[in-house]
């Protein structure tokens, strides 16, 4: 039987990043005295603003909290195989949490930087199969995360045609150089040089003051 997915609203993402920022900053609080301070004033605003949540549910986010965090911590440090577990831990034992999702697009890239492509696309398919759209942000990473898959599996054009449609998607952001530049890359690897040519020039015209520009000139040369 399919799995229903149930959606983390706006408000619980809100109280669970709240909770997880009140853990992480008692953690950073212990040696530092001016960060005690903004603690307590954060936990006063918090209150006048009406952040209510049960103190089961506190109880949850604080643990799933406190499980993430050597997590993140492993990955700051480039330490990819000793997040993974935790990570999975995280995913298995508090699923629709936002500790959940961010352990499932963390875990992907652990997986990614580790060379098991194969897991990392699984996971980054997970993450937009069931929190797709919670976080716009993460949603874009996902994708493109696995379009970096298919492209590190040698499926260029699948890879090429996943890059230029995040490029569309989102023309006025400051990835959209860099998503042209990697579906060119791609058409170029999957020898379909006239397409991966009329990217080039189109960053070089539509994007002539980023550093993209330069990397689109120098690949011209390559074709």
């Known amino acids: 039987m399919a799995r229903v997915r149930r959606r983390i609203t706006r408000r619980e993402m809100k109280e669970d990043r709240f909770i997880l ?9 212990k040696t530092n ?11 006063v605003i918090a209150l006048t603003s009406g952040y209510l949540w049960s103190g089961q549910r506190a109880d949850t986010i604080m643990d799933a909290g406190r499980l993430i965090a050597p997590g993140q911590t492993a990955m700051q440090s480039n330490r990819y195989e000793d997040a993974i577990p935790i990570f999975e831990r995280v995913i298995a034992e508090y699923g629709g ?9 963390q875990s992907a890239k652990a997986y990614f930087y580790t060379n098991k492509i194969t897991e990392a696309r699984e996971m980054y398919a997970r993450y937009i199969d069931e929190y797709g759209g919670d976080d716009e942000l993460y949603t874009l990473s996902a994708r493109a995360g696995i379009a970096a898959c298919d492209e590190q599996s040698g499926k260029f ?9 995040l490029a569309e998607e989102n023309s006025e952001s400051f990835l ?7 579906a060119g890359r791609c058409f170029q690897a999957a020898e379909q040089v006239d397409k991966a040519r009329a990217l080039y020039d189109r960053i ?7 550093h993209y520009a330069h990397d689109a000139k120098v690949a011209l040369t390559t074709l």
């Open 176 to 182: 959209a150089p860099k998503f042209l530049l990697d």
């Open 157 to 165: 054009s699948d890879a090429a045609t996943a890059y230029l449609a």
């Open 97 to 105: 949490t936002a500790s959940a999702m961010e352990a499932t697009i």
């Open 21 to 29: 920022w009140l853990f992480e900053a008692g953690e950073y609080v």
């Open 204 to 210: 070089i015209t539509s994007y002539e003051t980023t």
């Open 33 to 43: 005295l001016q960060a005690l301070l903004i603690v307590v004033a954060v936990v």
